[in-house]
């Protein structure tokens, strides 16, 4: 275990943001899951007590009625904002007062760093470059995860959850937004940050950091597993498999949604749940493609003269 060279990247100027975020959104999530489960709570004793229902919210604090139902921005909301930003203010002078920015020398082409990192809020970008092309990587799969946020107003077809939290009623939103955040975009930038090294090969915490390191590791397409080798053949052969993960993986995640979900299946249209399928099968299909190329070495399922998957 190399501590010192451990220490160096957790206490790097770039890294430091990423180490805050951890914790917060540790905490955020914990907090946000307790006041979820209280609210469920509370949910399931106000649908088996209509009486209790009339005089509280669904929320964990009861509702009396000489309580005001509206209160005022000014001054109950912007005093804790104005708070708040004084709290952030002092922190970031703190911030900037003791860790140095980390500027460094103009560009030098002869003099390239190793491992050359994009700042810490692209990584998961340059993380999905080991397994994908670099247009499907750099425009394709920003450009689906922009439209895929600018579209849920518009396929989101449950009322319930707006205002508390609750994990109860809105069980699969949740899930697929801590999969696709926690799970997918959050551990990308982790383990472009402290995983990856020089040469951006793996490198486990506390593993040093060796520039000479050699990994004699073949990379191999699915297709030459199955001994295709002409191209019209790889082509087709990816794009059976690629057609198969979304038939076969459609109808999984239909029998599953329909199972647990029935109420939001029935309020949605045709369109709205073609596309809310259609963007699940590919935020799944990147991790399944990171494992099949860590754990079994294959570079590219679908290959093509214009696009390698």
Do not use: C
């Amino acid at each position: 275990m190399d501590w010192n060279q451990l220490w160096q990247i957790l206490s790097a100027a770039d890294n430091v943001p990423i180490i805050a975020m951890i914790p917060l959104l540790a905490f955020y999530i914990y907090l946000a899951w307790k006041q979820a489960h209280a609210n469920d709570k509370l949910i399931d004793e106000l649908a088996a007590n209509p009486a209790l229902a009339k005089t509280h919210h669904r929320k964990t604090w009861p509702f009396k009625p000489g309580w005001q139902k509206e209160v005022h921005v000014w001054p109950f909301l912007l005093r804790v904002e104005f708070l708040a930003a004084i709290i952030v203010t002092i922190i970031l002078m703190v911030w900037s007062i003791t860790l140095n920015a980390p500027l460094e020398e103009p560009a030098n082409p002869n003099l390239t760093m190793n491992p050359a990192k994009a700042p810490w809020y692209f990584l998961g970008l340059q993380e999905m470059l080991v397994y994908f092309d670099p247009w499907i990587a750099g425009v394709v799969m920003p450009t689906l995860i922009i439209i895929g946020l600018m579209v849920i107003p518009y396929i989101d077809t449950n009322p319930l959850g707006g205002g508390y939290y609750t994990w109860k009623q809105r069980k699969f939103a949740i899930g697929t937004f801590l999969f696709g955040f926690v799970i997918l975009w959050v551990s990308m930038i982790f383990i472009g940050t402290f995983i990856r090294g020089p040469g951006w090969q793996w490198f486990w915490p506390g593993q040093t950091w060796d520039h000479n390191r050699l990994i004699y590791e073949v990379n191999r397409d699915l297709p030459d597993l199955f001994g295709i080798t002409s191209n019209l053949w790889k082509g087709i052969f990816g794009a059976i498999v690629v057609g198969g993960y979304f038939a076969v993986g459609g109808l999984l995640v239909n029998s599953l949604f329909r199972r647990t979900n029935p109420k939001d299946y029935k309020r949605m249209s045709l369109l709205q749940y073609s596309i809310m399928m259609t963007f699940f099968l590919i935020m799944v299909a990147l991790p399944i493609k990171m494992l099949i190329r860590l754990l079994f070495h294959i570079k590219y399922v679908w290959i093509t003269p214009w696009f390698n998957v």
